[in-house]
């Protein structure tokens, strides 16, 4: 049974932290240790006059520290292990998020995990912002690479396909990832120009394919074909190209 008992606790110069849906039971709730996350966005608050802004160290402080809990930080009561989540999205220009979040009903890491990386382009490591990464088996879960090609997804199931677009690559999908315990990290994802979307006219019709597009395209092709691997789980997945995708399969690409 879901009782509506719910906590808050507060510390000065910390996110408060708020537990939801706690379960009823017959005995004590022991809940451990209750770590409070310290708000590096509440320093630019000036006593008795205005906020001064929040300088670039404050930002990358902050950003950092609460990717680390979302990833590591959790709470078991009644057997349930339950991840946080902050009250709001990041907002730099914001006073920062007030709360910290475990619910005991919504946010049980038996069902639900997190698969994070940086994307990169595959020809010069440069890192992508902007690139949206999509949980296929579930189109309401989905991300986009910050300003430094970082990206964390929550996704669930006992199988995951990811798809990864970025403009003028090939669209890559990852598929088949099997259910674990902890996050996974894809560290960097490479994406690979498509040079042959160089003949593509807005509002017109495409133009013939160039004998230079088609060299360019079918060099890298088979550069990446022998040299790009992604590793998860201690595999090293082999790539495969169909049509305008890069695709690495969990059960059919191991490479040897």
């Given at each position: ?52 802004p ?38 730099p220009?914001?006073?920062g998020?007030k709360?910290?979040i ?83 990290d ?46 998860i ?24």
């Open positions: 049974m879901i009782s509506n008992r719910e906590l808050e606790i507060y510390f000065v110069g910390c996110y408060a932290i708020r537990l939801l849906n706690i379960p009823e039971g017959d005995k004590t709730i022991d809940l451990g240790e209750i770590k409070m996350l310290r708000n590096h966005l509440t320093d630019h608050i000036v006593i008795g006059g205005p906020s001064l929040f300088s670039n160290e404050q930002i990358e402080r902050d950003k950092k520290l609460r990717m680390d809990v979302l990833e590591n930080y959790r709470i078991n009561i009644s057997e349930n292990n339950v991840k946080p989540y902050f009250e709001a999205e990041y907002n220009k914001s006073h998020d709360f910290l475990f619910d005991f009903e919504n946010h049980q890491t038996s069902s639900r995990d997190d698969i994070k990386g940086r994307i990169i382009l595959y020809e010069t490591n440069e890192t992508l912002p902007g690139a949206t990464i999509f949980d296929l088996r579930n189109n309401k879960l989905g991300a986009t690479s910050d300003r430094y090609g970082n990206f964390n997804l929550e996704v669930k199931g006992d199988k995951r396909d990811l798809q990864i677009d970025f403009v003028g690559c090939y669209r890559i999908r990852i598929i088949n990832i099997p259910k674990t315990d902890k996050a996974i894809l560290q960097d994802i490479k994406m690979v120009l498509n040079h042959l979307e160089d003949h593509l006219v807005a509002g017109g019709p495409s133009r013939p394919f160039s004998e230079e597009q088609t060299v360019k395209d079918k060099k890298l092709r088979t550069d990446v074909l022998e040299n790009y691997r992604v590793n789980l201690g595999r090293n997945l082999k790539p495969s190209f169909e049509g305008q995708y890069l695709v690495f399969d969990f059960d059919k690409n191991e490479n040897e």
